[in-house]
């Protein structure tokens, strides 16, 4: 596996930070499959306890194809995160190029309140090394 750089977006008190690894033995040029781990830290900065309800991404591939992934929870969990506290995940993504980018939003509860909001994950790059050169 190969680390690319990380990616950091903050919504209101809550921090995510997205690393994406280049995973070279599970992806095949030839077959035109292009496989990426990506390792998640969710950080809550606040003073009451948040729950991540359920994900909304999209992944967007280098020809401009799009692909909407919706689903409850991340890995099978809807995690809540303490105050001063975080969680942290890893999935992974596979896309028919050798570039592209995921994004999306987390759709969050404060259990206590029940006050929903969403939080930004940003923005990050899918570059393999069978790719001429980072585009993103």
């Known amino acids: 596996m ?3 750089p990380a990616f950091t977006a903050q919504t209101g008190d809550v921090t995510v930070n997205v690393r994406p690894f280049w995973v070279d ?11 990426w781990l990506y390792h998640v830290l969710i950080e809550n900065r606040g003073k009451e306890s948040i729950q991540l309800l359920s994900r909304s991404w999209t992944i967007t591939d280098e020809r401009g194809g799009q692909e909407k992934v919706h689903g409850e929870g991340v890995v099978g969990e809807q995690p809540v995160i303490a105050p001063e506290s975080s969680y942290q995940y890893t999935s992974g993504a596979e896309l028919k190029t050798p570039s592209g980018f995921m994004e999306g939003l987390y759709h969050m509860i404060a259990p206590a309140s029940g006050y929903r909001f969403d ?3 940003p923005v990050f790059s899918l570059d393999s090394p069978h790719h001429m050169g980072m585009t993103h």
């Open 25 to 35: 033995e599970h992806s095949d040029p030839e077959e035109h499959r292009y496989v």
């Open 2 to 4: 190969t680390a690319l």
């Open 119 to 121: 939080v930004t994950v």
